[in-house]
Antibody, heavy 120, light 110 residues
Framework: EVQLLESGGGLVQPGGSLRLSCAASGFTFSNYAMSWVRQAPGKGLEWVSS????????FDSDSGKGRFTISRDNSKNTLYLHMTSLRAEDTAVYFCAKTTVGATEYFDYWGQGTLVTVSS | QSVLTQPPSVSAAPGQKVTISCSGSSSNIGNNYVSWYQQLPGTAPKLLIYDNYKRPSGIPDRFSGSKSATSATLDITGLQTGDEADYYCGTWDTRLSVVVFGGGTKLTVL
């Protein structure tokens, strides 16, 4: 059974930093791309960033570009999102998602999410 | 404002059929595959449809997807109260080089 367990969320002040983690199990982690998708309170889904299976390539949305860095450690079956210069508008639940890419792109399994609140 | 346009809400009675539309452009839906996600209240999204019409294992055939030109559609037949959820379409946007989602549609089963 595929399981994705996010952690690392919490309350952070504007301008602060946070690192989210996503522990994966139930599939061969190193064979799949992974992504972060966020959802602001009461709002829709917003793609944040994706990383290839090897970690050699990353893809970022404009909202996180230059501030957020996606990475992975295939030896630990763990995905990360390092967030810096956080703003109030980054407040959201952050989901990690197993990602199928190629001619298509979709998120076939999602974690339960971790809440990031940016406030003073 | 989302790149993909969905109706904010739809409703229908139990047992009936509902259609949720997702409108885009040639840079996204027109030239890429569409996926659909169901988000039950307080839970994470779940993949319902991928590659326009394919269902992951475990998804009942009451859920079906289609695509025509720059629009996609999710049909749900035999509505159940347990289908009450938010539904999102998503795809890659070639011009923006990002994954885009619709704004979401809240389904109410009356």
């Amino acid at each position: 059974e595929v399981q994705l367990l996010e952690s690392g969320g919490g309350l952070v002040q504007p301008g602060g930093s946070l690192r989210l983690s996503c522990a994966a199990s139930g599939f061969t982690f190193s064979n799949y791309a992974m992504s972060w998708v966020r959802q602001a309170p009461g709002k829709g889904l917003e793609w944040v960033s994706s990383i290839t299976d090897s970690g050699d390539s990353t893809f970022d949305s404009d909202s996180g570009k230059g501030r957020f860095t996606i990475s992975r450690d295939n030896s630990k079956n763990t995905l990360y999102l390092h967030m810096t210069s956080l703003r109030a508008e980054d407040t959201a639940v952050y989901f990690c998602a197993k990602t199928t890419v190629g001619a298509t792109e979709y998120f076939d399994y999602w974690g339960q999410g971790t809440l990031v609140t940016v406030s003073s | 404002q989302s790149v993909l346009t969905q109706p904010p809400s739809v409703s229908a009675a139990p047992g009936q059929k509902v259609t949720i539309s997702c409108s885009g452009s040639s840079s996204n839906i027109g030239n890429n595959y569409v996926s659909w996600y169901q988000q039950l209240p307080g839970t994470a999204p779940k993949l319902l449809i991928y590659d326009n019409y394919k269902r992951p294992s475990g998804i009942p055939d009451r859920f079906s997807g289609s695509k025509s030109a720059t629009s996609a559609t999710l049909d749900i037949t035999g509505l159940q109260t347990g289908d009450e959820a938010d539904y999102y379409c998503g795809t890659w946007d070639t011009r923006l080089s990002v994954v885009v989602f619709g704004g979401g549609t809240k389904l109410t089963v009356l």
